[in-house]
């Protein structure tokens, strides 16, 4: 399991991240979500031992991940920036891995090299971007870690390539009881990989909880009318957010809604349609409670 | 976390042979330099002709380690610093980009262990680099002259000195490294970092005279100096080749090097000196101490400010601190030196020296920082840095400045002290530096003379407080450019021995470039009771000569022989005034200086016989003789008494040429050896010159004047009478300003040697010499001082049938030559007139604003001679 406790990084008199707290169970992807510069990318490199905490822990099999090569031998970190030597290969970059990981699988790097159709020999730095990613994803896999951290990861990648990357993740988390940790500004790739997500917002932790609980918590409801309907005809409806397009709202309910469904039939209308929200809808909708309009930004 | 507990023993291995491949491309540079330096040259020589050479001329060969170390010491262990620096930044560059920070610092391998593989893996390839190639040339010596401890020892030092070089710089790139967030910084912050022993070794030199004021010239001064070795082994090491090898030509540096490792000669004593190895241990703890540093950095290191310029608190503080120091350096100098004369005189002024120095800290820490940082808020953040180096600049003016610098210049009460003498180097002497003549004016010196009387106790403790308030204030009038050379000040120098009652020994000498107060100092000994009793002790008595034996304050045993003849001995070359040959110079002499061979000098061959009763007449006249009448005196001595009888006499060989500013062989550019003067051969050949040519040999002499009424008796009771000159004054010549020809030649050999003229092209501007011309300048005095170069104008000098010149020819060339216009004066009764307000010794060079006067004669005779500031009005 991974825990962050508290965890708080600076950088001189910025604050990076501040009072993080949540865990990651084994067997389990976490998605972290956030907008550009939210702090994702600084969390995890605290997470990895790269940065040191200024204040708080974070813990993996319950021991402290700062310099600690015990941990970190089970921990890899794909970062967003990847590094190759000038000259590296695939193949001398697994020797290069395979020195300070001792699980190292040389096995699994051909049989992944073989999925992804990546040839060993070739200089890395004449990959394409996606294909260094890939060569990085392979790399960390084929090291066996407990802990796996991954930073945009799939930035770059085509979509049949991310969708091979996320069955391979999915597949290497049930079978080795792995930790895995995804950092994302978007919601659409991690929607159907992450089992709990968390979202960094104004460099705290606003939201974190399973995506089994989002699809409950939130609900939206199109209503149909055979009048023009305003606003002010939903004031004794409580809901999160309502959009009014003539005889047509869509209205967004947050926790249960039944009682104010009941509600919303006593109104009259014509057809009620419920959907399940996705996952960049409920990011927006959190967004949307820092009062951060961008379309005023162009007035 | 930041333990060196480990448990990816693999990853460990793996580390450190991966530091080991990317350590070694310059090790590998290294090794195949110190192959072509040692341990090629050894195994030529031993295989070469040259061997049986050496061993026919200089008998068996203990070890031959080459001549690399000595030849280029300073290029091969700065070599050795720039290969470890390198290497450390090679090893750990991954620190200095973000995306290798990611990696490196989340594998399972600690930053600690990170760290200790790349410095393990660098001494290791470091320690091969220096040990296969002195192990390969340690086995040809062992083959070829056998086995010996001193081989071995030759072998471990040089070892110690490549290797310790080596590491020092590792360590030094290693903490950059630690601290710096890119290459450039690194490479900034190892420079600062290596250079900082050379700055302080630089800044001490720069102030040490000031800073040791009263230790300079003496032992405590030396002993500083080794303490200052301490901090640069690379000196230390250049120092073998340079200072320490200058003294004994005939000693190679080999054999110098094996002295001091040894301690005595090779092989009695096999002892390796401690001075040696001082060093070294030191930068091996040096060492040792930026592992410790960098590996505790290496752990804090914020892998956020990878990639960056400025960002790390510690580089910049260093990189800063240098900056400072360098400006402190490059600019303190010129302003002080503007503002004094001197740069030996920084703490004059403590309130200007702080101005300077606050301005100088402020523009080198804002364009240091602003370089580094490029913003200027982070930059004002730095202040604590800048606070810090203001306080350490204003400590050390303080200190220095204050009472408490210089404790060890603190006399105890006089009720303390048992005994005193003091020597003074007069600044009228100051030209017997360069001629190694003693004239008249040596007599003031004291010449060590020591005293239990409590009076004399009390004058010499005053004399010994007014020197060393003086420091280096150097008065506005005196310039010594136009006689000495340019930069160049009259100072007098007092030697203190002052022997306290518990047997301590306290010795200083102070050097005062402030005439106003050597003036007041050398008139207050003169008329002191000190002096006279010297006098009369040098002149009339056999001087107590019992020993004390105490210890100095710098902690060393000293068997002083207060009253010591050998003291004078060392002054006047030859013990006892009364036992001295003294020889009579008429007037005559004093114009001419026995310059034709065929007239004889007016020199009495034969010493005077009753040198008791002279020396008392001698000293009856100078206990009288009042201080302007003895080093003031413009009016012309009536005769001079010399006193040495042993001179300095070399051989010249074709092709060499002389002159007052040196000599040279014209083929080759390479200083002339004189070899000993005092050789029998030499004293022979003298000795028959000396009766061939009439002139005597004379070194030091006493000028008799009027006033000098008990000489004067004696010298005619005993049938000394001048020998009448016949020589009418021809022309005269001088300039309107304090020039001589000396200091014209010497500008126009200056201007070709700035052209790049060598030998064989300057040697126009020397007199030729040869067998048939062996006087050597010191041959020559009184009048004759400067004039040796023309003492014999009627000839041509022939030496090479190729260059051929009278000295009357090189007068002309010298004067129309020069920038500076000479005023000729031809009307004999004006030029007469001239020549009776000369005199004949160098007022010039005791600051005196005098002319130097060029007479010829109708035979052809040229004197430089010297008309005092008093007796100017006669050319007005």
New interface residues.
């Given amino acids: 399991m991974i825990e962050f406790n508290g965890v708080t990084k600076k950088?001189d008199d910025y604050v990076a991240v501040e009072n993080i707290t949540f865990n990651v169970e084994p067997s389990s992807i976490y998605g972290l979500i956030g907008y550009n510069g939210a702090g994702k990318t600084t969390l995890l490199?605290t997470a990895?031992?790269?940065?040191?905490a200024d204040e708080g822990d974070i813990l993996m099999g319950g021991q402290?991940v700062?310099?600690?090569?015990?941990i970190?031998?089970?921990?890899?970190?794909i970062?967003d920036?990847?590094?190759f030597p000038i000259n590296a290969t695939p193949k001398s970059m697994a020797k290069f891995?395979s020195?300070?990981?001792?699980n190292f699988s040389f096995k699994t790097f051909e049989n992944l090299l073989g999925v992804f159709g990546l040839d060993r020999k070739k200089r890395i730095r004449g990959f394409s971007k996606g294909m260094q990613r890939q060569t990085e994803i392979i790399l960390g896999l084929s090291a066996h870690p407990k802990y796996l951290?991954l930073d945009e990861t799939f930035d770059g990648l085509d979509p049949q390539k991310k969708e091979i990357t996320k069955k391979l993740f999915v597949e290497y988390i049930a079978e080795n009881e792995a930790s895995l940790i995804i950092s994302s500004h978007n919601l659409s790739e991690l929607s159907n990989l992450c089992d709990h997500v968390g979202l960094i917002n104004g460099k705290r932790l606003t939201m974190n909880c399973s995506v089994y609980d989002i699809s409950q918590n939130y609900s939206k409801v199109r209503v149909i009318f055979n009048r023009e309907i305003s606003e002010s005809d939903f004031s004794r409806i409580k809901y999160k957010s309502i959009d009014i397009d003539g005889k047509i709202a869509m209205i967004i309910f947050e926790g249960d809604s039944e009682s104010e469904k009941a509600k919303l039939n006593a109104l009259g209308p014509i057809a009620i349609d419920e959907y399940q929200l996705t996952m960049e809808e409920v990011f927006l909708n959190e967004m949307e409670d820092k009062k951060y309009d961008i379309t005023k930004i162009f007035e | 976390m930041t333990s060196l507990r480990y448990s990816n023993d693999k990853a460990d291995r793996k580390d450190f042979a991966r530091s080991l491949l990317k350590a070694c491309p310059y090790s590998v540079i290294a090794l195949i330099v110190l192959l072509t330096y040692f341990t090629i040259p050894v195994i030529k020589f031993v295989n070469s002709d040259t061997l049986k050479q050496t061993i026919a001329e200089n008998g068996p060969i203990i070890s031959y380690f080459g001549n690399a170390m000595m030849v280029d010491s300073f290029m091969i262990v700065a070599g050795m610093v720039c290969c470890g620096i390198l290497t450390a930044i090679i090893l750990f560059r991954f620190m200095f980009s973000k995306n290798s920070v990611n990696v490196y610092f989340s594998m399972g391998i600690t930053r600690s262990r990170l760290f200790f593989n790349r410095i393990f893996a660098a001494m290791l390839t470091i320690f091969i680099a220096v040990t296969v190639p002195l192990t390969i040339t340690l086995f040809v010596n062992i083959s070829v002259f056998g086995y010996s401890k001193h081989l071995i020892n030759l072998f471990f030092y040089f070892f110690l000195v490549l290797f310790t070089s080596g590491l020092s710089g590792l360590t030094i790139g290693a903490f950059a490294s630690t601290v710096s967030g890119s290459i450039i910084e690194a490479v900034l912050t190892s420079a600062s970092t290596s250079l900082f022993p050379f700055l302080f070794v630089n800044a001490v030199g720069e102030l040490k005279y000031s800073m040791l004021n009263g230790f300079y010239g003496m032992e405590g001064y030396t002993k500083i100096g080794m303490l200052f070795n301490l901090l640069c082994p690379f000196t230390f090491v250049c120092d073998l080749n340079v200072e320490r090898m200058s003294n004994d030509q005939s000693i190679t540096p080999i054999d110098r090097l094996s002295e001091l490792l040894c301690g005595k000669e090779v092989p009695k004593d096999m002892a390796v000196d401690f001075d040696l190895l001082a060093p070294l241990i030191f930068w091996l703890i040096v060492s040792m101490a930026l592992i410790a540093i960098g590996f505790t950095l290496m752990n804090r290191r914020k892998a956020e400010n990878s990639n960056s310029f400025g960002k790390f608190g510690v580089a910049t503080a260093i990189n800063g601190i240098a900056v400072y120091s360098f400006a402190f350096l490059a600019a303190a100098e010129p302003i002080f030196n503007a503002l004094y004369g001197s740069n030996t005189v920084f703490f004059h002024n403590t309130w200007l020296t702080t101005a300077v120095l606050f301005v100088i800290l402020i523009i080198a820490f804002l364009l240091g920082e602003l370089i580094m940082i490029r913003k200027l808020k982070p930059t004002l953040r730095r202040l604590p840095v800048f606070a810090f180096m203001f306080a350490i600049t204003i400590f050390c003016i303080v200190f220095v400045s204050s009472e408490y610098f210089g404790t060890y210049n603190r006399l105890p009460d006089t009720s303390e002290i048992k005994l005193v003498s003091m020597d003074i180097h007069d600044r009228h002497d100051i030209f017997n530096y360069f001629s190694g003549r003693f004239p008249a004016a040596t007599l003031e010196a004291g010449a060590g003379y020591s005293s239990k009387d409590a009076e004399d106790i009390k004058l010499i403790t005053e004399i010994f407080n007014s020197a060393k308030e003086s420091k280096y204030k150097k008065s506005e009038s005196n310039d010594g450019s136009e006689v000495l050379g340019d930069d160049l000040y009259f100072y007098n120098d007092y030697t203190f021995n002052i022997v306290l009652k518990n047997g301590k020994i306290i010795q200083r000498e102070f050097v005062i470039y402030d005439l106003d107060t050597a003036e007041k100092i050398s008139r207050q000994i003169y008329d002191s009771k000190y002096y006279k009793n010297f006098l009369k002790a040098a002149l009339c008595e056999q001087p107590d000569t019992s020993s004390i034996v105490g210890e100095t304050d710098s902690g060393d045993d000293l068997s002083y022989d207060y009253n010591d003849p050998q003291r004078y001995s060392d002054l006047f070359h030859n013990g006892q005034f009364t036992e001295r040959a003294w020889h009579y110079i008429g007037n005559s002499s004093m114009y001419t200086g026995f310059v034709r061979s065929n007239e004889g000098a007016g020199y009495s061959t034969e010493p005077i016989a009753d040198t008791k009763a002279l020396c008392k007449a001698l000293y009856e006249d100078l206990i009288k003789l009042p201080y302007d009448k003895f080093y003031n005196n413009t009016s012309r001595p009536l005769a001079a008494l010399t006193f040495n009888d042993n001179t300095y006499c070399a051989y010249y060989l074709d092709e060499e040429y002389a002159s007052m500013y040196g000599d040279l062989n014209r083929k080759q550019d390479a200083d002339i050896n004189y070899g000993d003067p005092y050789s029998d051969s030499n004293k022979t050949l003298y000795n028959e010159l000396n009766k061939k040519y009439n002139t005597g040999a004379v070194g030091s002499c006493i000028y008799i004047y009027p006033e000098m009424t008990n000489t004067i008796k004696f010298l005619k009771d005993n049938g000394y009478e001048t020998v009448p000159f016949n020589a009418k004054v021809k022309e005269v010549y001088y300039a309107d300003s304090k020039i001589n020809l000396t200091k014209l030649a010497v500008n126009e050999l200056d201007k070709l040697t700035e052209n790049g003229n060598k030998n064989s092209d300057r040697y126009r501007y020397y007199i030729p010499r040869g067998e048939s011309y062996v006087f050597e300048f010191n041959d020559s005095f009184t009048g004759s001082y400067f004039t040796y170069c023309f003492w014999t104008s009627d000839n041509a000098y022939d030496m090479d049938s190729s260059y051929k010149i009278t000295l009357r020819e090189m007068f002309n060339k010298l004067i129309d030559g020069s920038e500076v216009k000479f005023n000729k004066i031809t009307d004999q009764r004006k030029a007469e007139q001239i020549v009776s307000k000369c005199v004949p010794f160098f007022s010039g060079v005791t600051g005196d604003n005098g002319r130097y006067v060029y007479i010829v004669y109708d035979n052809g005779v040229i004197c430089e001679e010297y008309l005092p500031s008093q007796n100017l009005s006669v050319i007005k």
């Fill in positions: 950088f490199k990895a031992g790269i940065y040191r402290y700062f310099d600690n090569d015990d970190r031998k089970d921990m890899f970190y970062p920036d990847l590094y891995y020195d300070y990981y001792p951290l």
